[in-house]
């Protein structure tokens, strides 16, 4: 399974942006897909994550200002990221897994810059 994410950029704190990532190969064992993400200097840490059932799970520094969700027929998971701030910038990473919550594979993350 491949995975390519798409979608990141530099916006002003209190924007949106929406993160899309793509999988591609043997996808029909997925059923974890996620997003986790790092700031420079930390750990990475984990965003949020659907379910193939639909069931979501976010971080609270994100809740209720980030949806996740899913395109199970083309194997895509979308991030709307929306009331940016600046504690948001980092490089966000997707994830995908046959268990649940779960990772087997990881994209090759795309930045995300929130200027004041």
């Known amino acids: 399974v491949q995975l390519q994410a798409f979608g990141g950029g530099v916006v002003q704190a209190g924007g949106s942006l929406r993160l899309s990532c793509a999988a591609s190969g043997s996808t029909f064992s997925i059923h974890t897909m996620g997003w986790y993400r790092q700031a420079p200097g930390e750990q990475r840490e984990f965003v949020a994550s659907?379910?193939?059932?639909?069931?979501?799970n976010y971080a609270d520094s994100v809740m209720g200002r980030f949806t996740i969700s899913r395109d199970n027929a083309k194997n895509t998971v979308y991030l709307q990221m929306n009331s940016l701030q600046s504690e948001d910038t980092a490089v966000y990473y997707c994830g995908a897994g046959r268990g649940w919550g779960t990772y087997d594979y990881w994209g090759q993350g795309t930045l995300v810059t929130v200027s004041s």
């Open positions: 659907i379910y193939s059932s639909g069931t979501t």
